[in-house]
T-cell receptor, first 118, second 113 residues
C-alpha cells in the first residue's frame, strides 16, 4: 500500500521569504501522480501543484515549485516570496493513474501547518 | 459552474442516530471519494467509488455506509456503529482524464450532541 509522510507538522516563515515543505512517499509503482493541496482556514481544499512521475522536469506554478526526486521518493514544495495568504495547511498526496473503469485511492499525508508572519 | 456540492455545512446528530451527508458533482467525474479529517490526522479515506453501483472500502470504513446509484451522487451515511463520528467530512471527485486532479466540496462538520 502506498503511504505519504510529511515530517513537519508545523512551519513558519516571514513574509517575502522562501520556505520548503517536505514530503516522502512509498510505492513500488513506476507511474503515478503527486499533488500538493492547500487548505486555508476556510477549509476548502485547493490544488497547488501536480507532478507526473514519468516527467523528469519539476512542475512550477508561479511562486510554487517542486523538487521531485523519484529515486529518493521525495516531493518537496518550495514557496517563494511568501505571502500572508499562503497561511494554510498543506497536504501532499499520491495517486496511481486512474484508467477507464479502474479505481484508485488518493492517499494523503498528515499535513504541514504553514504560518506566514508579517 | 461545475463543481462539487456538499450539504449541509454543519450537522448535529444525537447519539444512536444515523445521519446522511450529501455529495453531488456536475463535473461528469467517474471517481468519488469520502474523507474524514481530524486534527493531526490528515485526510483518511472512508469509501471510494469509480462507477455506479460499485464502491470500495477505504482505510476507516467501519461505521459508515455509502451508495452510488447515480454518477453525480455519492451520499455517506454515518451509522450509530461509528463510535466517534464528530469530525469534518470532505467529498472529492476526479476522472481518468485531465491529470487525475481531485476537486473537493466545501465539507460538512458533523457534531454528535
Amino acid at each position: 500500500a502506498q503511504t505519504v509522510t510529511q515530517s513537519q507538522p508545523e512551519m513558519s516563515v516571514q513574509e517575502a521569504e522562501t520556505v520548503t515543505l517536505s514530503c516522502t512517499y512509498d510505492t513500488s509503482e513506476s507511474n503515478y501522480y503527486l499533488f500538493w493541496y492547500k487548505q486555508p482556514p476556510s477549509r476548502q481544499m485547493i490544488l497547488v501543484i501536480r507532478q507526473e512521475a514519468y516527467k523528469q522536469q519539476n512542475a512550477t506554478e508561479n511562486r510554487f515549485s517542486v523538487n521531485f526526486q523519484k529515486a529518493a521518493k521525495s516531493f518537496s514544495l518550495k514557496i517563494s516570496d511568501s505571502q500572508l495568504g499562503d497561511t494554510a495547511m498543506y497536504f501532499c498526496a499520491f495517486m496511481k493513474p486512474i484508467t477507464q473503469g479502474g479505481s484508485e485511492k488518493l492517499v494523503f499525508g498528515k499535513g504541514t501547518k504553514l504560518t506566514v508572519n508579517p | 459552474d461545475g463543481g462539487i456540492t456538499q450539504s449541509p455545512k454543519y450537522l448535529f446528530r444525537k447519539e444512536g442516530q444515523n445521519v446522511t451527508l450529501s455529495c453531488e458533482q456536475n463535473l461528469n467525474h467517474d471517481a468519488m471519494y469520502w474523507y474524514r479529517q481530524d486534527p493531526g490526522q490528515g485526510l483518511r479515506l472512508i469509501y471510494y467509488s469509480q462507477i455506479v453501483n460499485d464502491f470500495q472500502k477505504g482505510d476507516i470504513a467501519e461505521g459508515y455506509s455509502v451508495s452510488r446509484e447515480k454518477k453525480e451522487s455519492f451520499p455517506l451515511t454515518v451509522t450509530s456503529a461509528q463510535k466517534n463520528p464528530t469530525a469534518f467530512y470532505l467529498c472529492a471527485s476526479t476522472s481518468y482524464t485531465g491529470g487525475n486532479e481531485a476537486f473537493f466540496g466545501q465539507g460538512t462538520r458533523l457534531t454528535v450532541v
